[in-house]
Nanobody, 117 residues
Framework: QVQFVESGGGLVQAGESLTLSCAAAGSMIGLAAMAWYRQAPGKEREWVAQSSGRGVIKYVDAVKGRFTISRDFAGKTVYLQMNSLKPEDTAVYYC???????????WGQGTQVTVSS
């Protein structure tokens, strides 16, 4: 099983930006379909941005125009650029394959994003 390592979270004020990074521990992401997910307190984990690895990118409506998913050419890292952050973006953010398949990977620790108003 592949495990992903997320980083880049923090405490910011509304309107500020953060960039999250994700790498596969001991492995390569390559052109795999990937997504950023988030889980807010008391809510289920949801995907917020998908990248097929072949140019198809999707976002949930709540983050469209504010978040950008990208990956490096080496196939090692997936990023999530988050602009104009809102308090409702507060959550633990995870990356993983999309769709998630427990036979292929497990969830990492995630990275906490807290947005104050």
């Amino acid at each position: 099983q592949v495990q992903f390592v997320e980083s880049g979270g923090g405490l910011v004020q509304a309107g500020e930006s953060l960039t999250l990074s994700c790498a596969a521990a001991g492995s390569m992401i390559g052109l795999a379909a990937m997504a950023w997910y988030r889980q807010a307190p008391g809510k289920e984990r949801e995907w917020v941005a998908q990248s097929s690895g072949r140019g198809v990118i999707k976002y949930v409506d709540a983050v469209k125009g504010r978040f950008t998913i990208s990956r490096d050419f080496a196939g090692k890292t997936v990023y999530l650029q988050m602009n104009s952050l809102k308090p409702e973006d507060t959550a633990v953010y995870y990356c993983n394959y999309f769709p998630f398949d427990m036979r292929r990977s497990s969830w990492g620790q995630g990275t906490q994003v807290t947005v104050s108003s």
